[in-house]
């Protein structure tokens, strides 16, 4: 089985920064790509960044020229530094991986959320 472990969410003042971190470890063969979402409270989840195997990157409007995502494949971790916060970015953060595990078949893994707060 494949586990994704997510780290750094907290509280912050508006204009502060964050950095989130996934970390993937299991019967992995490959990652094809990894990205973050987040739900906030009575909305849909959506994407916010995203990178494939080759160094591609996308983002949500709402968060370009904000926000940086960035891999280090040796840990097999993704990274998401969030900077100038507004409270409109208050959400559960979701770590996702599209992973080819050693057994065979390509699927989809979630990380557990981690919750990102911005007061005003």
């Known amino acids: 089985q494949v586990q994704l472990v997510e780290s750094g969410g907290g509280l912050v003042q508006a204009g502060g920064s964050l950095r989130l971190s996934c970390a993937a470890s299991?019967?992995?063969?490959?990652?094809?790509?990894m990205g973050w979402y987040r739900q906030a409270p009575g909305k849909q989840r959506v994407l916010v960044a995203g990178?494939?195997?080759?160094?591609?990157?996308t983002y949500a409007d709402s968060v370009k020229g904000r926000f940086t995502i960035s891999r280090d494949n040796a840990k097999n971790t993704v990274y998401l530094q969030m900077n100038s916060l507004k409270p409109e970015d208050t959400a559960v953060y979701y770590c996702?991986?599209?992973?080819?595990?050693?057994?065979?078949?390509?699927?989809?893994?979630w990380g557990q959320g981690t919750q990102v707060t911005v007061s005003s």
């Open positions: 996702n991986a599209r992973i080819a595990v050693v057994a065979g078949g390509v699927r989809d893994y």
């Open positions: 299991g019967s992995i063969f490959s990652i094809n790509a």
């Open positions: 990178i494939n195997s080759g160094g591609s990157t």
